[in-house]
């Protein structure tokens, strides 16, 4: 996700000073100043919009297909929201049918979701929002009995330790997005937002894909996804992975996309709207796509200095880890990193090109590898400014070091508001403390390492958990292992300290 603090310290002269806390909006202040945003550049005219071809169509997911391995994983109990997920369920792919009503702002899902149970147990659960009512659920094809009180889909059948399972779950409603854990300004609900004009899109970061889906909500838990979305034309669904098929029919448009490699929940994307396609190519190959609303085709000229970010990520972290690369714009005022199909707000700040290199980056550093618990988001967002603030460095011409310098004087308050960035405050989720921490650390221990065994680590690291997760202690005890030095009183003194650390 966008740091938001510096989004507000953009965004500041257009907002009322009573909109946050009176240290917060000095912190902002100083992004402002320390983040100086090179001018963006477009390399040309827009490619003209092609309906993506004629994919076959996908047959239905065998449960014991042995491509759904890569989907498994190693469910936990969340230590900063427990409320959210069952580490009783291992969610190995979802299909997701949509149909989105505007008219009537009414959703409807028919999905199924292949999953392995990882042990005995007489129930299990999901999460799913209160709004949506649902009716019928099935195990192998046979009805069975459910409870859907609040958020929690507890179906009452027994299942068995590593059996695999296909559950049906039709339903539908008005979703409701949730409240987030957070004091932020850029965003303060999650999940399914409906636009004024009755288009939806989604954010749900650290939790809230279950306003619109049945899911185990937690990030430790990967799956495979298939979508399928039908709306009224000129409306499409956009989703993460690749466009399988467009078709409009009968005033009716049903967009199928395909994701080939495991994402978390909160990676999830999908938004409906009336959006015009670009296409283009990274100078590696990677075929880019944006999604940008149709009456507004200024924003495809900021986005498109995509394809040349990636070039420049790519010869620092190696080559993009998954077949393709999105931006869909949305009515928000956030950006997310949503795997493969960045999810960005129509906002100057969020549609900056040090936040959409702050979101690509994060393809390496939160969805190729993903936190286990939302304790160490840290893993993400560091990595994610870090790499933001070397970018706007190079293209302002400004020395990396200078434009940390100016932000090292907020670090001692971000800690004392909200925590330290691995044991932060649950209510103050995604605050400037897991952003502006690590990244001063990350760049700490460059210092110390030198140029060649650092950008090794960087680049190494996301392949070591590719498509899987990663705790605290993995990631502590692998760059000690790396560089053949004990690092752990380095990070424990930054990610888990009261104070603050020394820096050189
Ligand atoms: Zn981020």
């Known amino acids: 996700m966008a740091d938001g603090d510096a989004g507000a310290g953009q965004m500041r002269a257009r907002r009322p000073a009573s909109d946050r806390a009176a240290p917060l909006a000095t912190l902002a202040l100083l992004l402002a100043g320390a983040l100086a945003l090179a001018g963006c550049t477009s390399d040309g005219s827009d490619e003209p919009d092609s309906p993506a071809g004629s994919a ?14 890569v989907a498994e994983s190693s469910p936990v109990e969340d230590r900063v929201y427990p409320r959210v997920g069952d580490p009783g369920v291992d969610a190995l792919h979802y299909d997701l049918d949509l149909t989105w009503q505007p008219r009537t702002r009414r959703l409807s899902g028919v999905e199924t979701l292949v999953f392995r149970a990882t042990g005995d147990a007489e129930r299990f659960q999901l999460d799913l929002g209160a709004p949506l009512e649902v009716s019928a659920v099935r195990l192998d094809g046979q009805e069975v009995a459910y409870d859907h009180a609040g958020k929690d889909l507890v179906v009452r059948t027994p299942v068995t330790r590593d059996r695999r399972y296909t559950l049906d779950v039709e339903y539908a409603g008005t979703p409701k997005p949730v409240a987030a854990p957070t004091t932020r300004t850029d965003f303060s609900t999650l999940g399914w937002t409906i636009t004024r004009d009755d288009e939806t899109w989604t954010m749900q970061e650290p939790f809230g894909a279950y306003s619109w889906y049945a899911v185990n909500d937690q990030p430790s838990d990967k799956a495979l996804y298939d979508f ?5 034309a000129p409306m499409l669904g956009v989703a993460n992975g690749t466009l399988e098929s467009r078709r409009t029919e009968d005033g009716t448009t049903v967009t199928k996309w395909h ?4 994402a978390a929940s ?4 999908v938004a409906i709207g009336d959006f015009e396609e670009t296409r283009e190519r990274s100078q590696s190959g990677v075929p880019v796509t944006y999604w940008t609303p149709r009456d507004q085709p200024r924003f495809v000229r900021r986005l498109r200095v995509a394809a040349d970010e990636l070039d420049w990520i790519e010869e620092r972290l190696g080559a993009y880890p998954f077949s393709s690369l999105g931006i ?3 009515d928000s005022r956030s950006g997310m990193e949503t795997q493969t199909m960045i999810t960005l707000g129509a906002a100057n700040y969020a ?3 040090g936040v959409i ?8 550093y939160g969805n190729q590898v993903t936190p286990v618990d939302w304790r160490d988001v840290w893993m993400n ?11 706007q460095a190079d293209h302002a011409d400004a020395p990396l070091g200078d434009v940390l310098d100016r932000l090292a004087p907020a670090e001692p308050l971000l800690r004392l508001e909200s925590g330290p960035p691995a044991d932060y405050d649950p209510a103050t989720f995604g605050e400037g403390n897991i952003y502006i921490i690590p990244a001063l650390m990350w760049h700490e221990l460059r210092e110390r390492l030198g140029e060649r065994e650092f950008w090794a680590g960087l680049r190494a690291w996301p392949g070591v958990h590719e498509n899987g997760n990663a705790s605290y202690d993995d990631i502590t005890a692998w760059w000690s292992e790396h560089t053949g030095r004990d690092l752990s009183a380095f990070f424990d003194a930054w990610l888990l300290g009261e104070k603050s650390p020394p820096r050189d």
């Open 259 to 262: 994701l080939d490699e495991p």
């Open 357 to 364: 290199v702050h979101e690509m980056v994060h393809q390496w």
């Open 328 to 330: 869909v714009l949305v």
């Open 56 to 69: 076959s169509e996908r047959q239905a997911v065998a449960r014991d297909d042995a491509a759904l391995d």
């Open 228 to 232: 399928t979305i039908t709306a009224p």
């Open 351 to 353: 549609t900056s090109p």
């Open 266 to 269: 909160y990676l999830v994307t």
């Open 381 to 391: 967002e560091g990595m994610a400014m870090y790499l933001q603030l070397a970018w």
